[in-house]
């Protein structure tokens, strides 16, 4: 009998802790398992691991939380980022349709005082030669440009068309040297002729030493030429001055269209029907 | 005793982990459970009285501090640790798979005596399907770390026996 329990004791005390069990697990149930001591000796035990293992773990919640809102703030960041990114592209692009909605309008408006066959252009390529001042309009005579029109804005001239084909045109500018604009000087109604100059810019050519030129005076276009409407800006007077020698006085001109910053234009008919070199 | 002394205190160290580190692990709702895979341990390679009391006791523990009615986990873990007792003469565990396999059976087991004293003691609707949803991942989760646990706990036993001969 006792070699019978020695041999099968591990077996024996595991049927006990069974039969046990099954008697706690009763008492339990019944309700009669109340201030029993295993439980608070390993209450007492534990309680303190568990306290400070909870600790860590809530320290590790704590930092976990507080990486996960710092990834979230980053991410939203980064979202408000794009977010202000594409705003600021819209807001450019709403920027830039106003701008062009107001130039066209300020076109269509200065339009009215021309004649009707005035075409509205855009200049789609400016002098790829240092040696010239000139552009290329994205209409040609298939829409009626003609070789002599005149290229002008609601702040004066731009040029004259020298070239064309069925969808584009080329403009010489004002500034070209090898352009030149029948002009009045507004004040005095002195005449003369504005043309560009590679040394000193543009200037006012054939004006007599005995004309009363000043510094601010405005140039109009004459319209005796027969390719400029009359009355058109062409510059203003920014340097006078009369030589030793010769008939007539060197006066510098500052345009009144700065072709690079121009981006639509007329193209006007001559009055007179005549293709007139520039 | 020294070596009873330091299972249950792994015991007590692994139930302190359950109840706090391992819910961070990304198990979902279930809890490695690792006291099974010592008691299993325990069944396996230290087949005592002291290991039987202490699988007792261990599943004692659990019922203290997490189980609704006490008893429960004490009869699944003396059940666990008997039926790896009774088998353990015809498993000869050498690699990690096999290992794996035996707490996987081990926890269907417990699993089976839980849900057998819950249906008997603590009747709850609608248990059965949650139960068993239960009971195979939490087999699972505990035959997927069980290779690992038992490396520890023999590292660990080493250490305690170069300990005892070194002291004697």
């Known amino acids: 009998m006792l070699a019978f329990l020695r041999k099968n004791q591990v077996a024996l005390s595991s049927c006990c802790c069974l039969l046990l069990s099954i008697y706690i697990l009763t008492a339990a149930a019944r309700g009669q398992l109340k201030n029993e001591p295993l439980s608070a000796l390993l209450m007492w035990i534990m ?19 507080n990486y996960d809102t710092l990834a979230g703030f980053r991410s939203e960041n980064e979202r ?94 004002l500034t070209d040297p090898n352009s030149g604009i029948d002009v009045l000087v507004q004040r005095t109604r002195s005449r003369g002729i504005v043309s560009g100059s590679l040394e000193d810019g543009t200037v006012l050519k054939y004006v007599k030493r005995s004309e009363d030129i000043q510094e601010g005076d405005r140039l109009i276009t004459s319209g005796v030429d027969g390719v400029f409407p009359k009355g058109l800006l062409a510059g203003t007077v920014i340097k006078v001055r009369k030589q030793h020698l010769g008939l007539f006085q060197f006066i510098e001109v500052l345009p009144a ?3 690079e910053r121009v981006e639509e234009v007329l193209v006007v008919a001559a009055e007179s029907g005549a293709e007139k070199k520039p | 005793m020294r070596l009873f002394l330091l299972y249950f205190s792994v015991g007590v160290f692994l139930i302190v982990l ?10 979902g709702p279930v809890v490695p459970d690792l006291v099974l895979v010592l008691c299993v341990y325990l069944g396996l390679h230290h087949p005592t009285m002291g290991a039987a009391l202490g699988s007792f006791l261990l599943g004692y523990s659990v019922d203290v501090v997490s189980s609704r009615l006490l008893g429960l986990n004490a009869f699944a873990m003396s059940l666990v640790f008997l039926s790896v007792y009774l088998s353990s003469r015809s498993i000869w565990i050498q690699n990690p798979l096999v290992t794996s396999f035996v707490v996987l059976l081990a926890a ?61």
């Not at chain 1, 709403?94 to 130039?103: I, K, Y």
């Not at chain 1, 309008?105 to 252009?121: G, Q």
């Open chain 1, 47 to 65: 309680r303190p691991l568990q306290i400070a293992s909870q600790e860590t773990v809530n320290w590790i919640k704590g930092f976990q939380e």
């Open chain 2, 18 to 27: 359950q109840g706090t580190f391992l819910r961070l692990l990304p198990f």
């Open chain 1, 80 to 173: 408000l980022r794009k977010r202000v990114q594409a705003l600021e592209v819209e807001r450019q692009k709403l920027l830039e349709a106003e701008a062009t909605n107001r130039r066209l309008k300020e076109l269509l408006d200065f339009r009215s005082h021309l004649p009707d066959t005035a075409i509205t252009a855009s200049i789609i390529a400016n002098s790829a030669s240092s040696w010239f001042q000139s552009c290329l309009l994205n209409k040609g005579s298939a829409d009626g440009v003609r070789k002599g029109m005149a290229v002008v804005t609601p702040l004066g001239v731009v040029g004259q068309v020298v070239a064309v084909t069925a969808r584009t045109a080329k403009v010489i500018l």
């Open chain 1, 257 to 259: 269209v700065r072709s």
């Open chain 2, 108 to 168: 269907l087991v417990k699993g089976a005596a839980l849900v057998l004293l819950w249906a008997v003691f603590l009747s709850v609707e609608g248990f059965w399907l949650g139960a068993a949803r239960y009971i195979i991942m939490e087999a699972l989760v505990a035959a997927l770390l069980a290779p690992v646990l038992f490396a520890l706990l023999r590292r660990g036993q080493n250490y305690v026996e170069k300990f005892r001969v070194a002291a004697q």
